[in-house]
């Protein structure tokens, strides 16, 4: 049975940081480019970050481009996101998630359970 969780999530307050972690089990992990998510209030889930198998390669929506930086860790089967100057439309709960191949957007296999982040002005 595969398993996501996602943790690391709070309250923080804007222009400060967050490392998130989302450790995987129940899958060959290096097989699996890895992703996160946000879904905020009365929003549609959103893309944030991705990164290939291997973690050579990543990948951002423009919103996060420069502040947030996704990796992974193989032997630990942990993919992070790291948060910094943060700001208050960062504010949603954060995702991670697995899609076997090459890594995209979209089309997602497996899902985190979720994590809450809230930035304060």
């Known amino acids: 049975q595969v398993q996501l969780v996602d943790a690391g999530g709070g309250l923080v307050q804007a222009g400060g940081s967050l490392r998130l972690s989302c450790a995987a089990s129940?899958?060959?992990?290096?097989?699996?480019?890895m992703g996160w998510f946000r879904q905020a209030p009365g929003r549609e889930r959103e893309f944030v970050a991705a990164?290939?198998?291997?973690?050579?390669?990543?990948d951002y929506a423009d919103s996060v481009k420069g502040r947030f930086a996704i990796s992974r860790d193989n032997a630990k089967n942990t993919v992070y996101l790291q948060m910094n100057s943060l700001k208050p439309e960062d504010t949603a709960v954060y995702y991670c998630?697995?899609?076997?191949?090459?890594?995209?957007?979209?089309?997602?296999?497996?899902w985190g359970q979720g994590t809450q982040v809230t930035v304060s002005s």
């Open positions: 129940g899958l060959t992990f290096s097989n699996y480019a």
């Open positions: 990164i290939t198998r291997s973690g050579a390669g990543t």
């Open positions: 998630a697995a899609k076997w191949g090459i890594v995209t957007r979209y089309e997602y296999n497996y």
